[in-house]
């Protein structure tokens, strides 16, 4: 049975929150949107390729006329009628350049397609380093709190004998240097996660990826190099021809050429060209076999980067949950720590409150690293999009 994506990351989520695992809180979600420009490219290029295809061709039919005048005689010569014009500057060559026109209309937007969707990636990855600004404020303020009350402790454990001057210089300096950095992520841009990104992230050490055929199988059919490295190939068909400079025009005039009376007549008007290009049938072969070997060439760079962008974003996962074990850890560490001060001091020469302190500290480093961890496998997951030619994590995600 298979079950929607969202309700496989929903399920993720809770069991993160049952295992007690870090992850963005619900004040952590805002609104982040990018699929407006993506749309509305889609809706114009599909406007405009069914305006072209909908276009009647032209059928090579002119309505042709002349006059002429003997200064000698004072006679007249005209004549005027219809010509059916089937190659040159005709039917055959109206529709050839309409087909010329739909294939480059269609390069055009697949171009436009691929700078779109590198375009937006971009702003994807800017939009996770403006969180990751969020995230390293929230990280130092918390971080100011602690050492602020460590160093009023360390004040009065220097008076008392239990700490050294050295050492409370240490920690004045963690705080200036935590002020500092207060001061330029708060002038720095910052963003909440989009309500999608909220659950992915809060998930994402368990977000399984699709099969590596069935993403090289999405690459083939979005990246737009695919498709025009076809289109080139079909454009190779548009090589000068022969045919290009045959002339065949049908005609039906009425004429008056100097005779007492005017007249109908009709006929056929042949010009061909004293050539023809015995090559041009291998060039064009030669052509397509390039842009073939070209696009195997692509399937075969493809192939092997989605496998790349795979392991790392896999690796990345493996990092997610390493940094979550070590931050269960340390809060073990530190519980056992805090049980340890509040007993009896046995040798008033040690500083019992120092190693709990220490630990306060490394658990809120450990803390932000699990959450930094999830950006990081995050910004993997949007490098493997750019090599599938897709723009939504939902697209590379499997669903059982």
């Known amino acids: 049975m298979r079950l929607r994506l969202v309700f496989v990351l929903s399920f993720f989520l809770s069991l993160s929150a049952f295992c007690n695992a870090v992850v ?3 004040d952590w979600k805002g609104k982040f949107s990018l699929n407006g420009t993506e749309v509305k490219l889609k809706f ?3 406007r405009y390729l069914s305006l072209l295809d909908s276009q009647k061709p032209d059928w090579g039919f002119y309505f042709v006329t002349g006059y002429e005048k003997d200064f000698d005689t004072g006679e007249n010569k005209y004549t005027y009628g219809l010509e059916w014009r089937l190659f040159d500057e005709g039917m ?14 269609k ?16 702003l994807m990855r800017q939009h996770i380093h403006f969180v990751h600004n969020r995230l390293l404020l929230q990280k130092e303020r918390e971080r100011l709190g602690l050492l602020r009350g460590i160093l009023k402790r360390r004040k009065g454990a220097l008076r008392a004998g239990f700490t050294t001057k050295v ?3 240490r920690i004045g300096h963690k705080l200036l240097t935590a002020q500092r950095i207060v001061s330029v992520l708060e002038k720095a841009p910052q963003e909440k996660l989009g309500e999608d990104e909220w659950k992915l ?13 069935e993403l090289v199988e999405l690459a083939k059919r979005n990246k737009p190099e695919f498709k025009i490295q076809d289109i080139l190939a079909e454009r190779a068909e548009f090589f000068p021809s022969w045919t290009d400079d045959l002339d065949v025009t049908l005609y039906m005039l009425r004429k008056n050429e100097f005779y007492p009376r005017d007249r109908w007549v009709y006929g056929i008007r042949v010009a061909l060209p004293l050539y023809y290009n015995s090559k041009r049938k291998k060039i064009v072969e030669v052509q397509k076999l390039l842009y073939k070997d070209q696009k195997h060439l692509l399937e075969r760079q493809v192939e092997r980067e989605i496998e790349l962008r795979m392991s790392r974003f896999k690796l990345a996962q493996i990092k997610v949950l390493e940094a979550e074990e070590e931050y269960k850890l340390l809060q073990s560490e530190l519980k056992a720590a805090e049980e340890k001060a509040k007993a009896p ?11 709990v302190e220490t630990l306060r500290l490394k658990l809120l480093d450990a803390k932000y690293k699990v959450l930094e961890s999830r950006l990081k496998a995050y910004m993997y997951l949007l490098d493997l999009l750019e090599v599938c030619g897709v723009a939504d994590p939902k697209s590379v995600l499997a669903v059982d």
């Open 345 to 355: 001091i046995q040798n008033l020469k040690k500083e019992p409150f120092s190693m």
């Open 44 to 46: 114009y290029g599909e």
């Open 201 to 213: 992230l809060n998930s994402i050490e368990y977000a399984p990826l699709k099969a590596h055929s």
């Open 92 to 105: 055959w060559q109206s529709k050839r350049e309409r087909m010329k026109k739909i294939l480059q209309t």
């Open 24 to 26: 963005f809180p619900l």
């Open 107 to 122: 390069l055009e937007f697949l171009q436009l397609k691929r700078g779109s969707l590198k375009r937006k990636l971009v």
């Open 167 to 169: 050492d409370v210089e």
